[in-house]
């Protein structure tokens, strides 16, 4: 049975959320750029390169494909990287594989890659891919690599890792097995698509082999290729783009040096004929491979040398000759895809090269970076062309409306167009779309591109312009922007956002009642729109008891709608109990139920998520001592909002205050995740923290990494303990008590099996190695057919404290109220002092 309580509110008028990303600027590209583009107009062909994971994509050979081959190169990463960890916030899970997917793109448009994916879902470190393709169902993610095959038909594959393991990761490997089959599959014709998509027979697969971490693939007997070009025109060598590229993956911390001078690359050849000393023999790339093309190629061969830095429009009645050839050949009923499909993209190349030829720029802004469903809203629209030929404005589109425009741009001359529209109820709301529905077999069930293989839906175009080119048609799509003046920043344009009317946020992402105890939680409710009086409805298990504590009142103009609740459960918390607490409001017979997510980084667009509003409740018997404990803040983790939760006093510690703190007032200190990665600090904090743990002090430290791209940059611990790589990745891994008698295991809460139940995506990683004597083991565990680890929690005395070092994933364990990971940590925070 599910408690029903409704309340009465007044709905706020309009609330805007500011950040500060310019990642929306239009387009405006300079000769040089233009002049590339227009090489890679005469070249048909197309590579994909494919792995797993998002930063596992050879930045430096993709950047060598696009601008020096000039092919459309394509990157597929099978997942979005959901179970990664993140080094710059809390986000984890499907926010983050958001955040990695934006990084993606923004990797993409620096090296000049297409990024599409598969719905296959990262559920973390995986040892073998035997595990992987069971987990993933096989079958389905190698249905989503064939439909892309046959879409966008390349001529060549490239695998970033091999069948064999070298690649470690079980993800990694499992990308190579389902490359290779579907190699085979997209050109097998009795292999159906729901789709209908026709047969594609890609000529060549090959393996591009590495030398990184232990592994080193590469043989002077392979295929070789020199990358290491520089290219005059860019002014960049393609190790300089690469790095740039590389580099976008700031969640990962992968910022990376430029290279310069010779580069070489690697590759087995798997299927496909033989090659000697290319990969791209015997392939035929120019327009000459599509049926009456002759007059196109001759056209863009005469506009390729006629182009002049200084006058990049010279070369626009060429490029408009072109496209009515390519229009009148798209007439033709001949059933040829290879022809619709290089056409179709030749089509689309072509149409941006003209408008950046003609000095084209046109924008449309907003004065808000919200909108909703209904919204009245202004839109301001600005073109301006810079070339000799006759360029008229036809029509804007904006919503569902047409106006008619037939305005002449004069060359250099700024025109603005302002037009007031009705936000339209059939643009779908921004948040990404293979979220729409929950995951399932670890695969997403996106309801739009239903293989999952698009990086993103842009689908929410609210403004196009339709512009008569010397006598030609082009429409144009424009991202509706807001646009506004940063005192320090400049010029700033922001992705407008689509919302539902009203959105909600808890104030915590989980409430947990220890022991049945009293909690508080708050909701803000948010109006995007004017909206009438409405009500808030609750829906909860009836054991639970919710109390609204303010009242309900008018609140300030602009202001968002708060309501704060204290809830308890009936049983005190005398056996576990799990459910949600699901809020919605109702205004004039229309729900409302969204909660709305915001991830705001400098690098990447602001992404909104909407899901529905329902806050996790849990309640379990616990026992804890201790009141006050300090945590010093890592990469970013959520561990000290749910020690909060569970009723400790949280002083954080950080670098400006760690001198002037009185130590001897916490009775234990927690260091976050990889803490001794990020902050050099630490090494002058060092004696300071050993002396509070000297004194009597608890430190508990989480896991840290300690290799080439996270180094260990701060001294740790007294005694010698080497982090290592190990890790165990399935989450129901058995454990084995090895000190029954440990504190660990008994003190204030007895520890046993059940407690390692329900735990998600792993048991843990980062592995404590090679340790000194002082350090003792308390328990063990091992992946299936894998030696048992005793390095995923270990603790020594130091003077009359105790210094812990664990690898387990609390991080994970804890926000997802995982109850036997809470017995376990307050164990490690509050183990007796040494006498």
């Not at 499907?94 to 955040?99: D, N, Q, R």
């Not at 299927?271 to 093309?293: A, C």
């Not at 054991?543 to 103009?557: M, S, T, Y």
Request: proline share 5%.
């Amino acid at each position: 049975m599910k408690k029903m309580l409704m309340v009465l509110l007044l709905v706020i008028s309009v609330v805007f959320n500011f950040s500060y990303v310019s990642a929306q600027i239009p387009i405006q590209k300079n000769s040089a750029e233009i002049f590339q583009d227009l090489q890679r107009l005469n070249t048909l062909g197309t590579v994909l390169y494919v792995a797993a994971h998002p930063d596992d994509e050879n930045t430096r050979l993709l950047s060598w494909l696009v601008n020096e081959k000039k092919f459309r190169t394509a990157y597929v990463s099978l997942t979005r990287g959901d179970g990664g960890q993140n080094l710059l916030g809390t986000e984890l899970g499907t926010s983050l594989g958001v955040i990695r997917t934006q990084e993606l793109l923004a990797a993409r448009k620096i090296d000049g890659a297409e990024q599409y994916f598969t719905r296959a879902y990262d559920f973390g470190f995986s040892k073998n891919p035997e595990e992987t393709l069971e987990k993933w169902n096989k079958d389905s993610v190698l249905r989503d690599l064939v439909t892309l095959i046959r879409t966008i038909k390349p001529d060549v594959m490239i695998c970033r890792f091999p069948h064999t393991g070298e690649g470690g990761h079980g993800h990694h490997t499992a990308s190579a097995i389902l490359a290779r089959k579907a190699f085979q599959l997209a050109a097998d014709p009795q292999y159906k698509l729901p789709s209908g998509l026709p047969f594609w027979h890609v000529k060549s697969l090959f393996w591009n082999t590495f030398n990184f971490g232990s592994a080193n693939t590469i043989s002077e007997s392979q295929l070789k290729l020199e990358i290491g070009n520089f290219n005059p025109v860019l002014g960049k060598s393609y190790g300089e783009i690469a790095s740039n590229s590389r580099s976008q993956h700031k969640s990962q911390g992968f910022g990376t040096a430029s290279t310069r001078g010779e580069l070489k690359e690697y590759f087995v050849q798997w299927y496909g004929d033989t090659v000697k000393n290319d990969l791209f023999e015997n392939l035929n790339f120019s327009w000459s491979r599509i049926p009456r093309t002759q007059e196109i190629q001759s056209l863009v061969n005469q506009a390729i040398e006629k182009f002049q830095l200084a006058r990049p429009n010279e070369v626009l009645p060429l490029l408009l000759k072109v496209k009515k050839k390519i229009d009148g050949l798209k007439m033709s009923r001949e059933f040829n895809p290879e022809k619709d499909t290089w056409l179709k993209y030749k089509t689309d190349q072509l149409n941006q090269l003209i408008f950046q030829c003609a000095g084209i720029f046109a924008t449309a802004t907003v004065n808000t970076n919200e909108l909703s469903y209904g919204d009245s809203v202004q839109i301001k629209v600005d073109g301006i062309q810079r070339s000799n030929l006759p360029v008229s404005i036809k029509n804007i589109i904006l919503g569902n409306q047409i106006f008619s425009i037939d305005s002449i741009l004069t060359n250099n001359i700024l025109n603005t167009f302002n037009y007031t529209i009705t936000i339209p109820d059939n643009i779908p709301y921004s948040s990404p779309y293979w979220l729409d529905r929950d995951i399932k077999d670890n695969l997403f069930q996106p309801l739009k591109d239903r293989n999952g293989n698009q990086a993103y839906i842009y689908d929410d175009t609210l403004a196009r312009i339709v512009l008569n080119i010397d006598g030609q048609d082009f429409q144009y799509d424009l991202p509706l922007n807001y646009r506004f003046v940063d005192p320090i920043r400049g010029e700033v344009y922001q992705q407008v956002v689509i919302l539902p009317q009203i959105t909600m946020q808890w104030s915590e992402p989980f409430s947990l009642h220890p022991n049945g105890d009293e909690g508080a939680v708050s909701l803000k409710v948010t109006a995007h729109s004017d909206m009438n009086k409405g009500h808030l409805l609750l829906k909860y298990p009836e054991d639970w008891n919710v109390q609204i504590v303010n009242g309900v009142e008018l609140p300030e103009l602009n202001k968002g709608q708060t309501y704060d609740f204290v809830l308890n459960i009936s049983n005190q918390g005398k056996t576990l109990s799990k459910d949600f607490l699901e809020a919605s409001i109702e205004v004039d017979g229309q729900i409302f139920n969204q909660e709305l997510t915001s991830i705001d980084y400098s690098h990447i667009p602001r992404q909104t998520i909407l899901k529905p509003a329902h806050l996790a409740l849990t309640s379990f018997p616990i026992i804890t001592h201790f009141k006050r404990i300090g945590y010093l803040e890592g990469a970013g983790d959520m561990v000290a909002m749910s020690l909060k939760q569970l009723g400790y006093e949280i002083v954080q510690i950080n670098e400006h205050n760690y001198n002037q703190l009185n130590w001897n007032d916490l009775e234990a200190v927690v260091v976050g995740v990889r803490a001794y990665n990020t902050h050099k600090w630490l090494n002058d904090a060092y004696d300071k923290i050993l002396e509070y743990v000297n004194s009597g002090g608890n430190l508990v430290v989480q896991y840290n990494t300690n290799n080439r791209l996270g180094p260990i940059i701060a001294r740790m611990f007294p005694y010698d303990l080497e982090v290592t790589t190990s890790r165990v990745t399935v989450e129901e891994a058995p454990v084995t008590m090895l000190d029954k008698d440990s504190p660990i295991l008994n003190y204030p809460n007895k520890i046993t099996n059940e407690d390692f139940d329900a735990w998600i995506q792993e048991r843990g990683i980062y592995f404590a190695g090679k340790r000194g004597d002082e350090w003792k083991s308390v328990i063990a565990m091992n992946d299936p057919n894998d030696t048992p680890k005793d390095g995923s929690l270990v603790y020594a005395p130091y003077g009359k404290g105790n210094i812990v070092y664990t690898g387990l994933s609390f991080f994970r364990e804890l926000p997802s109220s995982v109850v036997g990971a809470f017995r376990l940590f307050v164990n490690l925070i509050e183990l007796p002092k040494n006498q």
